[in-house]
């Protein structure tokens, strides 16, 4: 299937290019182009379920794969490089769209971020009131550590160290996938809560798909809140690893990258030849899918 574990966007709120940015990263990425190049973040499960669907689903639709089919997104938070309002209204502009409701996950207070919607009908050409009862879109509630059945995917969202536009925790999606393997989908997170070390003791992964915003930048807390670079991404998993989350079977994706650092894609592949976690890691792109 075309639009199985794709990455449809490994960028942050920025993406690479910035484009209002000359810095060394963002001149590059105009330069070279390829894997430079970050549309913000988003990835496809299957042809169902995607994760995340920001600023810049129109032009990932056209490269990656379209959104014909696609029935349910689970929602990390609510900041706008993860969740962008307006591709409620362009499904509802559809002429000829699939009959049922798109699905949207949300946790916690993010979910907040719905009644605002709903009282503020300039938001959206289309308000989302009418979205809803035309049954163009459905919105869901979930709990963090419980589980769910999406699609036909268990699905477990767990605590994120990061904070969305409602105050919320961002969520962190545990998938066990039609092949078995156990996805863990976390983006938008500094080191992990302690809460959510514990809940993945009970997991053995397949693929985990961590951010590493910051890349190389020197001189961050070990453990930082919000997001990850190289070395406190590194510090995660040898404490997965430690705990059996993770082995050497565990395929690492590097995802969530911004512009505010001097690594180029290249130079981050070589930063993570050499290290002592006896997993393979590799740094995604945009249009990148897993294969096993």
Same mark, same amino acid.
Not at 72 to 85: K, M, R, S
Not at 117 to 126: D, E, G, M, P, T
């Given at each position: 299937?075309? %639009?199985?574990?794709?990455?449809?966007?490994?960028?942050?709120?920025?993406?690479?290019? =910035?484009?209002?940015?000359?810095?060394?990263?963002?001149?590059?990425?105009? $330069?070279?182009?390829?894997?430079?190049?970050?549309?913000?973040?988003?990835?496809?499960?299957? !042809?169902?379920?995607?994760?995340?669907?920001?600023?810049?689903?129109? *032009? /990932?639709?056209? #490269?990656?794969?379209?959104?014909?089919?696609? !029935?349910?997104?689970?929602?990390?938070?609510?900041?706008?490089?993860?969740?962008?309002?307006?591709?409620?209204?362009?499904?509802?502009?559809?002429?000829?769209?699939?009959? $049922?409701?798109?699905?949207?996950?949300?946790?916690?207070?993010?979910?907040?971020?719905?009644?605002?919607?709903? $009282? =503020?009908?300039?938001?959206?050409?289309?308000?989302?009131? *009418?979205?809803?009862?035309? $049954?163009?879109?459905?919105?869901?509630?979930?709990?963090?550590?419980?589980?769910?059945?999406?699609?036909?995917?268990?699905?477990?969202?767990?605590?994120?160290?990061?904070?969305? =536009?409602?105050? #919320?925790?961002?969520?962190?999606?545990?998938?066990?996938?039609?092949?078995?393997?156990?996805?863990?989908?976390?983006?938008?997170?500094?080191?992990?809560?302690?809460?959510?070390?514990?809940?993945?003791?009970?997991?053995?992964?397949?693929?985990?798909?961590? !951010?590493? *915003?910051?890349?190389?930048?020197? %001189?961050?807390?070990?453990?930082?809140?919000?997001?990850?670079?190289?070395?406190?991404? /590194?510090?995660?998993?040898?404490?997965?690893?430690? /705990?059996?989350?993770?082995?050497?079977?565990?395929?690492?994706?590097?995802?969530?990258?911004?512009?505010?650092?001097?690594?180029?894609?290249?130079?981050?592949?070589?930063?993570?030849? !050499?290290?002592?976690?006896?997993?393979?890691?590799?740094?995604?792109?945009?249009?990148?899918?897993?294969?096993?």
């Amino acid at each position: 299937m075309r %639009n199985e574990l794709v990455f449809y966007g490994t960028g942050a709120a920025e993406g690479i290019p =910035n484009p209002f940015c000359r810095c060394f990263l963002c001149s590059n990425a105009r $330069k070279e182009g390829g894997r430079d190049v970050r549309k913000r973040s988003m990835f496809r499960v299957n !042809e169902y379920v995607a994760i995340d669907m920001g600023a810049d689903f129109f *032009t /990932q639709a056209m #490269e990656y794969g379209d959104f014909i089919n696609l !029935e349910h997104v689970l929602i990390t938070h609510t900041h706008e490089d993860h969740l962008a309002h307006m591709m409620m209204g362009v499904r509802g502009m559809a002429t000829h769209r699939i009959q $049922k409701p798109l699905n949207i996950y949300m946790t916690s207070s993010a979910y907040d971020i719905v009644d605002f919607y709903r $009282k =503020n009908s300039a938001i959206l050409k289309n308000s989302i009131n *009418t979205l809803e009862h035309n $049954k163009v879109i459905a919105f869901h509630r979930l709990e963090f550590g419980k589980g769910y059945t999406i699609g036909t995917l268990p699905v477990i969202p767990l605590k994120g160290n990061h904070t969305g =536009n409602m105050g #919320e925790n961002c969520a962190n999606y545990l998938i066990r996938l039609g092949n078995g393997k156990v996805l863990f989908y976390a983006l938008d997170t500094g080191y992990y809560l302690e809460e959510t070390f514990q809940n993945l003791k009970a997991y053995k992964l397949g693929y985990l798909i961590s !951010e590493c *915003t910051y890349g190389n930048i020197l %001189n961050r807390p070990e453990k930082p809140e919000g997001h990850l670079d190289i070395y406190s991404c /590194q510090s995660v998993f040898k404490r997965l690893y430690k /705990q059996g989350t993770i082995g050497k079977d565990t395929k690492i994706y590097l995802s969530h990258i911004n512009h505010c650092h001097t690594a180029t894609h290249a130079d981050m592949v070589e930063l993570f030849k !050499e290290t002592d976690i006896p997993c393979e890691i590799q740094v995604a792109y945009d249009g990148m899918k897993i294969i096993d």
